[in-house]
């Protein structure tokens, strides 16, 4: 396939330039020496827990730290470059130090959601090959079962008020302790198990680490884990180079309106691809400051953080934004210091984009990327208008093209699947040569999200291919009908997907869940009427089903397949 | 009676608890909840005329001595006590409610408690000795708006200042009704044996007829389930120690024994009720939760 020709330069405009510099460090471990020397004086990152109890770290300090937590790993724990060591934290104080530390110990991050169940753990630390796991002392429990069946040979527990002033962390230890309980005895390990305070400790007397400045951007720095929404999770192998060049897009297309004094609120996961890249290494790299949230469910979580730290820009998912809205304290007293908010991970909802914008004062610009390519493909400018329901333009140094089942380009304005090409895309999937060839063909990601490109290269995703619907032989994109649906005010979320139909083939269904701010019920009939009123009469949902809830990834992504499942037990009981 | 050494340090925790209440919410708390001022509106108005006319009317109506009438109608025109905001969190209750109508119903005290002890206290022909003076009332109650007002600043001040003094707070409520029964009953299990059980009558039921009437009063001004078991809890339970400060600070160590019995048995009879009431509805709650869901299901 040629490279094809780059139709949204144009939208670049002056500001933008059309290739990122080359890269400045050759590793992830020397932009986080190189910063930690550079803002010495500043603090990089605030970790507030839902009480409002707070710690911070600054650069030097995490400099110093993570040096040690590196010279730990390679000269206590004797493993060698290139080792996998999992680091499973919710957001706090200890992640970036853990996570550091591997870099600069020239070891291979696994990023792993700190909620999955040992037989999760025990797959993806055997498919890794784990050999350390860095883990938060209140999930300590399920070690017992999990560390006998992998390789794990060292244990490093962190809490969740990991290095915050003495006092703070104890009372939240003893509330943690007595009050929720949430701090299990640790069990009877064949391995040893140190605090991570303890293992710092011990780095500390070890010699410190300076053969990162060997590690090269081929080399790999990230097993990230994805596949969750599809089927078997299986590991990105994202380089050091994929990550670095992502920041010099990202940079390319924000940096101008980015400064040392941000604060960008983390609320959303840094062991997904979005947040880590988004959040920690953008706003890190800057010389910015990260306000940590451990976990913003409930969204009432975030409401201290938002009060007690000025921040200026929030990265979120469509969920997260929508709750945030929902909240009387957000939507009453929006945080003044705010700039703009990015979106990602799930398409945004134009319902909730432009009552953002109307509550906050702010825009949300909606990008678009995936685990593969670390994560950032496209982009809305900050300096031009939004555009509505587009995710913009691919940044600096990418190719994009929209293809069809044989591969080959669509015509301009038609649908295809989205692939992409660039010095962010992924080396391939870890030990997996058969998906691999399927994703990577030719260094294009084949990201199997069907979008549609307009003249100016603007981009729109019209959906997941598998999740299209086919009613009486139409394609019904699920988005448009969940869009569509956001703006019926007493619809607080809503998930479309494909139900068997004896007439239709398939028809759609609509799980909806009420809006408690607003007292008009939220009916079927509503929902039709609704329906009927912008959609064409085959996307008009035949069932609706009311939930108090719908299933959501870690991330805040609703799971249509958690649904798809649901819905096909149903019917095959009826069948 | 208290020692003047007792007195002081229930003085002191009671600005504790007031120190931990102001750090638990900001100006903005206060400027939001009076946007949708009504939750706190019938709050008040259960409060501060079902429950006086209430505490009037059973004293009136068992024919209590005067020194037990001053004790009941004083517990009955107190405001929210601070431990109302646990039992509402494990009420499955609205937290925000229930501690703003602690605290509003602590600052209308201010002005309020004086003027309906003056009144009931003059309808129910309370003599002079036993008369708690309303400027005395006015001035303990405003004196604790200083922590309060402190603890709020603190709050702002320092995140982890305020979040500790808030859990020190809501901790030193459960050790302050320790403290008054630990050294209260030791002196006076005589004066309790000797209690007439009318009076106990009175002492358990000023809380439990609260939260019944207070329920109601909600639920006729459509409150929905939820805000009405808050109401509920909020306007059964009285702060007691705050009683027991005045009593020991309006009258000489002779008059406080009688004075004090209600005040002090309320106190401690309040925690059983409330622990049991707050069982019951945590399980309504659940119920609803669940009779919820399966309205919902099948609606497809």
Same mark, same amino acid.
Not at chain 1, 239 to 250: A, D, P, R, Y
Not at chain 2, 73 to 98: D, E, H, Q, R, W
Not at chain 2, 285 to 295: F, V
């Given at each position: 396939?040629?490279?094809?020709?780059?139709?949204?330069?144009?939208?670049?405009?002056?500001?933008?330039?059309?290739?990122? +510099?080359?890269?400045? !460090?050759?590793?992830?471990?020397?932009?986080?020496?190189?910063?930690?020397? *550079?803002?010495?004086?500043?603090?990089?990152?605030?970790?507030?827990? #839902?009480?409002?109890?707070?710690?911070?770290?600054?650069?030097?300090? $995490? @400099?110093?730290?993570?040096?040690?937590?590196?010279?730990?790993?390679?000269?206590?724990?004797?493993?060698?470059?290139?080792? /996998?060591?999992?680091?499973?934290?919710?957001?706090?104080?200890?992640?970036?130090?853990?996570?550091?530390?591997?870099?600069?110990?020239?070891?291979? &991050?696994?990023?792993?959601?700190? $909620?999955?169940?040992?037989?999760?753990?025990?797959?993806?630390?055997?498919?890794?090959?784990?050999?350390?796991?860095?883990?938060?002392?209140?999930? =300590?429990?399920?070690?017992?079962?999990?560390?006998?069946?992998?390789?794990?040979?060292?244990?490093?527990?962190?809490?969740?008020?990991?290095?915050?002033?003495?006092?703070?962390?104890?009372?939240?230890?003893?509330?943690?302790?007595?009050?929720?309980?949430?701090?299990? +005895?640790?069990?009877?390990?064949?391995?040893?198990?140190? /605090?991570?305070?303890?293992?710092?400790? /011990?780095?500390?007397?070890?010699?410190?680490?300076?053969?990162?400045?060997?590690?090269?951007?081929?080399?790999?720095?990230?097993?990230?884990?994805?596949?969750?929404?599809?089927?078997?999770?299986? =590991?990105?192998?994202?380089?050091?180079?994929?990550?670095?060049?992502?920041?010099?897009?990202?940079?390319?297309?924000?940096?101008?309106?980015?400064?040392?004094?941000?604060?960008?609120?983390?609320?959303?996961?840094?062991?997904?691809?979005?947040?880590?890249?988004?959040?920690?290494?953008?706003?890190?790299?800057? @010389?910015?400051?990260?306000?940590?949230?451990?976990?913003?469910?409930?969204?009432?979580?975030?409401?201290?953080?938002?009060?007690?730290?000025?921040?200026?820009?929030?990265?979120?998912?469509?969920?997260?934004?929508?709750?945030?809205?929902?909240?009387?304290?957000?939507?009453?007293?929006?945080?003044? *210091?705010?700039?703009?908010?990015?979106?990602?991970?799930?398409?945004?909802?134009?319902?909730?984009?432009?009552?953002?914008?109307?509550?906050?004062?702010?825009?949300?610009?909606?990008?678009?990327?995936?685990?593969? *390519?670390? #994560?950032?493909?496209?982009?809305?400018?900050?300096?031009?208008?939004?555009?509505?329901?587009?995710?913009?333009? +691919?940044?600096?140094?990418?190719?994009?093209?929209?293809?069809?089942?044989? =591969?080959?380009?669509?015509?301009?304005?038609?649908?295809?699947?989205?692939?992409?090409?660039?010095?962010?895309?992924? /080396?391939?999937?870890?030990?997996?040569?058969?998906?691999?060839?399927?994703?990577?063909?030719?260094?294009?990601?084949?990201?199997?999200?069907?979008?549609?490109?307009?003249?100016?290269?603007?981009?729109?995703?019209?959906?997941?291919?598998?999740?299209?619907?086919?009613?009486?032989?139409?394609?019904?994109?699920?988005?448009?009908?969940?869009?569509?649906?956001?703006?019926? +005010?007493?619809?607080?979320?809503?998930?479309?997907?494909?139900?068997?139909?004896?007439?239709?083939?398939?028809?759609?269904?609509?799980?909806?869940?009420?809006?408690?701010?607003?007292?008009?019920?939220?009916?079927?009939?509503?929902?039709?009427?609704?329906?009927?009123?912008?959609?064409?009469?085959?996307?008009?949902?035949?069932?609706?089903?009311?939930?108090?809830?719908?299933?959501?990834?870690?991330?805040?992504?609703?799971?249509?397949?958690?649904?798809?499942?649901?819905?096909?037990?149903?019917?095959?009981?009826?069948? | 009676?208290?020692?003047?050494?007792?007195?002081?340090?229930? @003085?002191?925790?009671?600005?504790?608890?007031?120190?931990?209440?102001?750090?638990?919410?900001?100006?903005?708390?206060?400027?939001?909840?009076?946007?949708?001022?009504?939750?706190?509106?019938?709050?008040?108005?259960?409060?501060?005329?079902?429950?006086?006319?209430?505490?009037?009317?059973?004293?009136?109506?068992?024919?209590?001595?005067?020194?037990?009438?001053?004790?009941?109608?004083?517990?009955?025109?107190?405001?929210?006590?601070?431990?109302?905001?646990?039992?509402?969190?494990?009420?499955?209750?609205?937290?925000?409610?229930?501690?703003?109508?602690?605290?509003?119903?602590?600052?209308?005290?201010?002005?309020?408690?004086?003027?309906?002890?003056?009144?009931?206290?003059?309808?129910?022909?309370?003599?002079?000795?036993?008369?708690?003076?309303?400027?005395?009332?006015?001035?303990?109650?405003?004196?604790?708006?200083?922590?309060?007002?402190?603890?709020?600043?603190?709050?702002?001040?320092?995140?982890?200042?305020?979040?500790?003094?808030?859990?020190?707070?809501?901790?030193?409520?459960?050790?302050?009704?320790?403290?008054?029964?630990?050294?209260?009953?030791?002196?006076?299990?005589? &004066?309790?044996?000797?209690?007439?059980? !009318?009076?106990?009558?009175?002492?358990?039921?000023?809380?439990?007829?609260?939260?019944?009437?207070?329920?109601?009063?909600?639920?006729?001004?459509?409150?929905?389930?939820?805000?009405?078991?808050?109401?509920?809890?909020?306007?059964?339970?009285?702060?007691?120690?705050?009683?027991?400060?005045?009593?020991?600070?309006?009258?000489?160590?002779?008059?406080?024994?009688?004075?004090?019995?209600?005040?002090?048995?309320?106190?401690?009879?309040?925690?059983?009720?409330?622990?049991?009431?707050?069982?019951?509805?945590?399980?309504?709650?659940?119920?609803?939760?669940?009779?919820?869901?399966? =309205?919902?299901?099948?609606?497809?």
């Amino acid at each position: 396939m040629n490279a094809q020709a780059r139709p949204w330069i144009a939208a670049y405009g002056a500001e933008i330039p059309p290739e990122i +510099p080359p890269l400045r !460090h050759a590793s992830l471990a020397a932009l986080v020496d190189n910063a930690c020397t *550079t803002y010495a004086g500043s603090t990089a990152f605030t970790c507030v827990v #839902p009480n409002g109890m707070n710690g911070s770290l600054g650069f030097s300090a $995490l @400099g110093q730290m993570s040096d040690r937590f590196a010279s730990f790993l390679r000269h206590h724990c004797k493993l060698a470059p290139g080792t /996998r060591v999992a680091v499973q934290l919710p957001n706090g104080l200890a992640y970036p130090v853990a996570a550091f530390g591997v870099f600069k110990a020239g070891c291979v &991050l696994v990023n792993t959601n700190p $909620l999955y169940t040992p037989r999760e753990m025990i797959h993806q630390f055997n498919d890794a090959g784990v050999e350390a796991l860095v883990i938060c002392d209140i999930f =300590a429990d399920k070690l017992r079962t999990v560390v006998p069946q992998t390789r794990i040979r060292h244990v490093v527990l962190a809490g969740v008020p990991e290095f915050f002033p003495r006092i703070p962390e104890a009372i939240v230890r003893a509330v943690q302790k007595v009050w929720t309980r949430s701090l299990p +005895p640790v069990p009877d390990l064949p391995v040893p198990v140190l /605090r991570i305070r303890e293992a710092l400790r /011990r780095g500390a007397a070890l010699p410190k680490l300076d053969d990162w400045n060997r590690l090269r951007p081929g080399d790999l720095a990230l097993l990230q884990y994805t596949g969750g929404t599809t089927g078997v999770a299986k =590991a990105a192998m994202l380089t050091h180079g994929n990550i670095l060049s992502n920041l010099e897009q990202v940079k390319a297309v924000g940096g101008r309106h980015m400064t040392r004094e941000d604060c960008v609120l983390t609320a959303l996961p840094l062991y997904h691809i979005f947040a880590f890249t988004a959040n920690l290494m953008t706003f890190f790299a800057l @010389g910015a400051r990260n306000v940590l949230v451990p976990s913003p469910r409930p969204v009432q979580n975030i409401q201290r953080a938002l009060e007690n730290t000025p921040v200026t820009w929030i990265t979120g998912v469509n969920t997260l934004f929508n709750g945030l809205m929902n909240e009387e304290w957000f939507a009453t007293y929006p945080p003044k *210091t705010l700039k703009a908010a990015i979106a990602g991970g799930t398409a945004l909802h134009q319902g909730v984009a432009i009552r953002w914008q109307e509550v906050t004062g702010t825009r949300i610009s909606e990008g678009y990327g995936l685990t593969e *390519t670390a #994560p950032l493909v496209s982009f809305n400018p900050l300096d031009r208008a939004t555009r509505p329901g587009s995710i913009g333009v +691919p940044v600096p140094s990418t190719d994009v093209a929209l293809v069809d089942e044989d =591969a080959e380009p669509v015509p301009l304005g038609e649908p295809g699947e989205l692939i992409v090409r660039g010095p962010q895309v992924m /080396r391939g999937y870890w030990n997996r040569p058969d998906e691999t060839e399927q994703t990577l063909r030719n260094g294009w990601v084949f990201t199997g999200d069907v979008a549609v490109m307009d003249d100016d290269g603007y981009l729109r995703i019209v959906d997941r291919k598998k999740d299209m619907v086919l009613v009486s032989g139409f394609n019904v994109y699920p988005n448009e009908i969940e869009e569509c649906l956001s703006h019926l +005010p007493s619809v607080l979320e809503a998930a479309v997907i494909g139900i068997p139909d004896t007439a239709t083939g398939e028809a759609v269904r609509a799980y909806v869940v009420q809006n408690p701010d607003v007292s008009d019920l939220v009916t079927k009939e509503a929902v039709i009427a609704h329906c009927r009123e912008h959609l064409a009469a085959y996307k008009v949902p035949k069932s609706v089903v009311l939930r108090d809830a719908l299933p959501k990834s870690p991330i805040g992504k609703i799971l249509r397949k958690d649904l798809k499942a649901e819905a096909r037990a149903e019917f095959a009981q009826e069948g | 009676m208290l020692t003047e050494l007792e007195t002081n340090l229930l @003085g002191v925790m009671m600005m504790v608890i007031m120190l931990g209440m102001g750090a638990s919410m900001t100006p903005r708390d206060f400027r939001l909840s009076f946007r949708k001022p009504k939750g706190i509106l019938v709050g008040l108005l259960s409060q501060f005329v079902v429950m006086p006319l209430l505490g009037f009317l059973l004293a009136v109506g068992l024919g209590l001595p005067p020194a037990l009438v001053v004790g009941l109608i004083l517990i009955a025109c107190m405001p929210g006590g601070t431990t109302s905001n646990i039992f509402a969190y494990f009420s499955k209750g609205v937290l925000a409610l229930s501690i703003m109508m602690t605290t509003v119903s602590t600052i209308v005290a201010v002005a309020m408690v004086p003027l309906l002890l003056a009144f009931y206290g003059g309808l129910a022909g309370v003599p002079a000795e036993f008369a708690i003076p309303p400027g005395n009332v006015a001035q303990i109650l405003g004196v604790l708006l200083v922590p309060t007002l402190l603890g709020m600043g603190l709050r702002k001040l320092n995140p982890n200042i305020g979040a500790t003094i808030e859990l020190i707070g809501s901790f030193m409520g459960v050790v302050v009704i320790i403290f008054l029964i630990a050294s209260w009953v030791p002196r006076n299990y005589v &004066l309790l044996l000797e209690t007439a059980p !009318h009076v106990y009558f009175a002492t358990i039921g000023i809380g439990l007829m609260g939260m019944l009437f207070g329920y109601w009063v909600a639920r006729a001004l459509a409150q929905d389930t939820n805000r009405a078991r808050t109401i509920s809890l909020e306007t059964g339970i009285q702060n007691g120690p705050l009683a027991v400060l005045v009593i020991t600070l309006s009258f000489s160590a002779a008059q406080q024994q009688a004075v004090l019995l209600i005040p002090i048995l309320y106190s401690l009879f309040i925690v059983i009720s409330s622990t049991l009431i707050t069982l019951w509805y945590r399980r309504s709650a659940t119920h609803e939760q669940l009779a919820r869901d399966a =309205a919902k299901l099948g609606a497809g």
